[in-house]
């Protein structure tokens, strides 16, 4: 079974940068549509953005044009390159990996890496 280990979180001010790297154990390009998650004590998890195999990508409105999904289909990695952060994006950032589906709903996934977690201080 494929494993998913995140890396790359930490503190920032807000306005600042940090790039999210999520390395799989196994091979998932062109086979597994993959996506980033966040939870913020409190809150649900909720869908960041979502790539399927062939590059397709989606974000939740609250990330357009701030953050931005990639893989590395060679290397068997996702990213998230996120910019322009504010505090509201404090939370634990989960990797997800989904066979046969894809989108930035929780229940379609069903590998899960342990989490990130990044903090964004005003």
């Known amino acids: 079974q494929v494993q998913l280990v995140e890396s790359g979180g930490g503190s920032v001010q807000a306005g600042g940068s940090l790039r999210l790297s999520c390395a799989a154990s196994d091979n998932t390009h062109g086979t597994y549509s993959m996506a980033w998650f966040r939870q913020a004590p409190g809150k649900e998890r909720e869908g960041v953005a979502a790539i399927d195999g062939d590059g397709k990508t989606t974000y939740a409105d609250s990330v357009k044009g701030r953050f931005t999904i990639s893989r590395d289909n060679a290397k068997d990695t996702l990213y998230l390159q996120m910019n322009s952060l504010k505090p509201e994006d404090t939370a634990t950032y989960y990797c997800?990996?989904?066979?046969?589906?894809?989108?930035?709903?929780?229940?379609?996934?069903?590998?899960w890496g342990q989490g990130t977690q990044v903090t964004v201080s005003s």
């Open positions: 997800a990996a989904a066979r046969f589906c894809y989108g930035l709903g929780a229940s379609a996934y069903s590998l």
